[in-house]
């Protein structure tokens, strides 16, 4: 299909995708094994210049949006899911700044995003609040011209590794989700430590870590927007991140279907390429299908969303649960397509279908995604009445 991409996103994604077959494939496996964070990838991404593309031009970025960051992601993800969230990860922390950021917090924090000096984390989930956001316990309290931080953040993407935390905290109990406020939080602030670093399913060349704050004083321009918008900045954030979770899901899928399309030429069972059998075509057009329509919807969402368009809620939800339900399915049936090969993990898709699962739970498992989904549909009922 072609999406008629402009020159630059065509550049852009045919960039990534040479780093993604000559930097990435080669080491997915291995980093995945030892779980070894790619720091030589995010050099290779920043001296690309592929850290910019969707942070504005005044501040050092390439002035695209959330297509391009996904057309990216999707790249990176056809050779590796985990190592692409280094990337996608650092797209989540930085979004709140971008969005809300003061002139000073932009200038301050984004230049050095761009350029991939520094990467982002987004510090939302806690061990008790992760689907139910409003939870959150970790506190920040002011104290003249500082806020002091206290509690621990659960399973945050990049944590130890990213310079910049965006970190939603609880300033009034009192006021439910009105009571959070978003905060910027640099590595290396006195107080801020990292705890239980996650050993994981998939995902696994991505650092997963605990953050620390105990009496964490931050000063008080690190507030983003204002006192009690913290809830809003993570809501606001999400809906235009989800879209990068399904793009990664679709290169995850795409990546494991052209495994198994490879192998059903080479593989002979029966004196025949077990592609001549129409059991095994029948679940690759299957699996082309899929991936095709997570694709459009992908693509279209993210243009929606660019575009700027003021409902976007209800269009990335659907965009994240179709493209990961599809990653889940296309990675099965891609290890099925290589029967006891596809199961060993000298073969990408074993290790694909491991990656493909955290993509129906993180940024809002997929039934918080038909949640937010039913609730625009009965409001906008409502609304037309
Ligand atoms: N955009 C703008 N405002 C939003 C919003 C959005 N997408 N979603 C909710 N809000 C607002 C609501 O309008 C409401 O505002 P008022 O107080 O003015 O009425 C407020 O936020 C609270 O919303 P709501 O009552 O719907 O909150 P809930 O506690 O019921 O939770 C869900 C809503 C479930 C959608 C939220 O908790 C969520 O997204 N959970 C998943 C979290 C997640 O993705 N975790 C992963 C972390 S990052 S890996």
């Known amino acids: 299909m072609n999406y008629f991409l402009t020159e630059e996103q065509q550049m852009i994604k045919d960039l990534a995708a040479k780093i993604a077959d000559e930097k990435i494939k080669p080491v997915a496996l291995k980093y995945d094994e030892e779980g070894i964070f790619p720091r030589d990838i995010v050099k290779v991404l920043a001296d690309s210049d592929l850290f910019g593309v969707y942070i504005p031009e005044e501040y050092g970025g390439f002035g695209g949006g959330i297509f391009e960051m996904a057309l990216v ?31 000073e917090q932009k200038a301050k924090y984004l230049p050095d995003i761009a350029q991939g000096k520094k990467l982002a984390a987004f510090g939302l989930t806690e061990a008790n609040a992760g689907s139910d956001a409003a939870g959150i316990q970790t506190t ?16 945050i993407t990049n944590g130890g590794e990213a310079e910049v935390y965006t970190v939603i905290a609880c300033t009034d109990r009192s006021k439910g989700a009105r009571g959070f406020s978003a905060f910027i939080v640099e590595k290396g602030t006195p107080g801020f430590s990292f705890g239980k670093k996650e050993n994981k399913m998939g995902i696994r060349a991505s650092v997963t870590s605990e953050l620390v704050f105990e009496d964490c004083r931050i000063p008080r321009e690190n507030l983003l927007a204002r006192e009690g918008m913290g809830f809003l900045v993570a809501m606001k954030t999400l809906d235009r991140t989800r879209p990068g979770v399904a793009s990664q899901a679709l290169g995850i899928a795409q990546g494991a279907f052209d495994e ?46 660019d575009g700027g368009a003021k409902s976007i809620s209800k269009e990335s939800a659907i965009s994240k649960v179709f493209a990961s339900d599809t990653a889940m399915k296309v990675t099965v049936d891609a290890v099925q397509v290589m029967g006891g090969y596809g199961y060993m993990k000298e073969y990408p898709v074993e290790k694909m279908m491991r990656d493909a699962k955290i993509t129906q739970i993180y940024e ?22």
């Open 260 to 305: 198994a399309l490879k192998y059903s030429g080479e593989r002979v069972q029966f004196d025949k390429p077990i592609s001549s059998f129409q059991a095994i075509q029948h679940m690759l057009a299957d699996m082309a299908i899929q991936i095709e329509a997570a694709r459009c919807l992908v693509y279209q969402t993210c243009r929606h969303i």
């Open 364 to 385: 809002g498992t997929n039934q918080i995604q038909r949640n937010v989904i039913a609730l625009e549909l009965i409001k906008s009922q409502k609304v037309s009445k």
């Open 73 to 103: 992601v999707e790249e990176l993800s056809r050779a590796c899911g985990g190592i692409a969230l280094a990337y996608a990860g650092t797209g989540l922390g930085t979004y709140p700044i971008i969005l809300f950021g003061t002139e």
């Open 140 to 155: 920040a309290k002011a104290d003249g011209d500082e806020y002091i931080l206290n509690g621990t953040k659960q399973w």
